[in-house]
């Protein structure tokens, strides 16, 4: 069973200031999907919402057909997960332990359980963090931080991810495989949305490309449409054009 | 560099060392003193050794245990919540709404109120007074976060510090002296109903927030990351600052405000045991136990006449922050 998000006439002010206007998604199926648009777009106030951290927003947001401010907040835990764009923390945790933290959720006393060693086992192998699980979160390079976070989110389990610019710190490497799990994941029946800022990031890899553009959803396609160069130039303001490398995926180059 | 995963069986070795250490102080430290006792005989009921361990040494050094433990719990809980590594039991204002309390009660001269010390009353209500007003202004608009709470307890405290203050500006000679003496911090013999009173508060309250040791993990990390992860941070902000609070206040009734105990004790034991609220929470509730406990040791010791503790804590604690912020450097641990 897959989550299902429904969105309907989502707005969000900040005083005088409309960050997002009558946004209407729905997300019921499991996919990789990739959130894009200028910067103040209102990409990650809409993040925000999703994983259950604004309320006094308007319209509704709701994940199986219930109010995301009415969920208990442990169950909603153990059904959507985030990764915040950077983790800064003021005191001593060793990456285990952030990613020990993913499994809170499902706490059933002081200690954790076998499964949720399993559960954090596997999410340091997926992200390829195993090697420096023991080492002090605080003096990994950006990178590693980021793939930590993303560990943790794994090791709650859940049927969501959410992850805010997720590969901003990464090398090129470590870009891709990234982008690489995302989507086996989101095959395994996760949905994933990503707010990113990487075009042919997005459309290599995802399912569904959502443009933001002005607190307003200016695209809502698969990657070839939402992408199309009418749209970036529309949304991003940029001259684009989609070039066909021989035998390969399409590339997207910007500017004249 | 690398430390091992909180796992039952580690936690338990470690909070049981920790615990041997702090019974040890607790046995040997009434012992020490310019009277030599001989336990059998105070054992046996025979004065003036029975009256000086079970009626002056014993007492105060339970008074001291329970006192630096619930300071050190106190400061862990306010640097997690705060997610400040400089926050301490006295950031918030509590204690400085307590030495108001004493210091008016002080300068109205009263002596009794309610069967109680006036001045553990009037401290006491003062305490509740400042945690209040800290609540009122930090929740404004319903929305409180770290940041608010931190505000309106910082600038809170500076208000009522700066009317103790004007208090002792106004207060007579002896007056003053009392108000000096109080605001020093002492650790006096008290009866056995206040250990009573005062243990049946701060044990129940310590092992309530240890118990909620993951949830403060989360909050140490950040409110929004607690938010994700299941917890709840606006009750867990208000709950840890309550409950740190009644720690704060109760125990600065009694004793006036003690420095560096909330502030040296999580710190060293952050440094060994890493940032995990299941091993640090504990672990510095037994350890600030032993610390003050030997550290009042000292002070009634030392010289001729009794020197106040906090000089103590500060002279011993001072020096020993100092060390570590430069050790921060070498090691991230801290």
Known sequence: MSVRYALTGVGMRYGDIEVLSDVTLTFDQPGMVALTGPNGAGKSTLLNIMSGLRDGFQGTCQLNGRSITTWPRREFAREVALVPQSLKLDFPFTAEQVVLMGRTPYAGGMFESPEDWKAVDRALELTDTTRFRHRDFRALSGGERQRVVLASALAQEPRALLLDEPTTFLDLQHQLSIYELLRSLAREGLLVIAVTHDLNLAAAYSDRVVALKNGRVAADADPCSALAAEKIKDVFGVQAEWLQRPGGKPWIAYGD | ?334
């Not at chain 2, 720690?247 to 600065?252: D, G, K, S």
């Not at chain 2, 600030?288 to 040791?297: F, M, P």
């Open chain 2, 1 to 334: 560099m690398g430390i091992e995963p909180v796992t039952p069986a580690r936690a338990a070795r470690i909070i049981l060392l920790a615990l041997a250490v702090t019974i040890l102080v607790g046995l040997i430290t009434p012992l020490i003193g310019p009277a030599k006792i001989e336990l059998s005989r105070a054992f046996r009921g025979e004065s003036p050794d029975a009256q000086m361990f079970f009626g002056v040494r014993l007492p105060r050094t339970i008074l001291a245990l329970l006192v630096g433990g619930a300071l050190a719990t106190a400061g862990v809980l306010f640097q997690a919540l705060l997610r400040d590594a400089l926050a301490t039991p006295y950031t918030l204002g509590v204690s400085s709404g307590a030495s108001l309390g004493a210091v008016i009660a002080i300068c109205l001269g009263m002596n009794q109120l309610g069967g109680l010390p006036a001045v553990w009353v009037a401290a006491l209500l003062g305490a509740a007074g400042v945690l209040l007003l800290v609540v009122a202004v930090a929740a404004e608009g319903r929305r409180m976060s770290s940041f608010t709470l931190l505000l309106a307890g910082v600038t809170i405290n500076s208000v009522v510090m700066s009317l103790i203050m004007l208090l002792h500006n106004l207060a007579s000679v002896g007056q003053s002296f009392a108000i000096v003496h109080w605001l020093m911090g002492n650790i006096d013999p008290v009866d056995a109903g206040t250990l009573w009173w005062m243990a049946g508060i701060i044990l129940p309250v310590c092992l309530g927030l240890c118990l909620l040791a993951r949830q403060w993990n989360l909050m140490s990390v950040g409110e929004e990351w607690a938010a994700t992860h299941g917890a709840s941070p606006q009750k867990l902000l208000l709950a840890g600052y309550i409950a740190g609070s009644l720690l704060t206040a109760v125990v600065t009734a009694v004793t006036g405000p003690i420095g560096f105990i909330g502030l040296v004790v999580p710190h060293a034991v952050r440094l060994k045991l890493g940032g995990d609220h299941r091993l640090l929470m504990p672990v510095s509730f037994l350890l600030g136990a032993a610390l003050l406990t030997v550290c009042d040791t000292v002070a009634r010791t030392l010289l001729v006449v009794e020197i106040p503790v906090s000089v103590v804590t500060a002279l011993i604690g001072g020096p020993f922050f100092i060390a570590l912020l430069r050790s921060r450097r070498r090691s991230l641990w801290l």
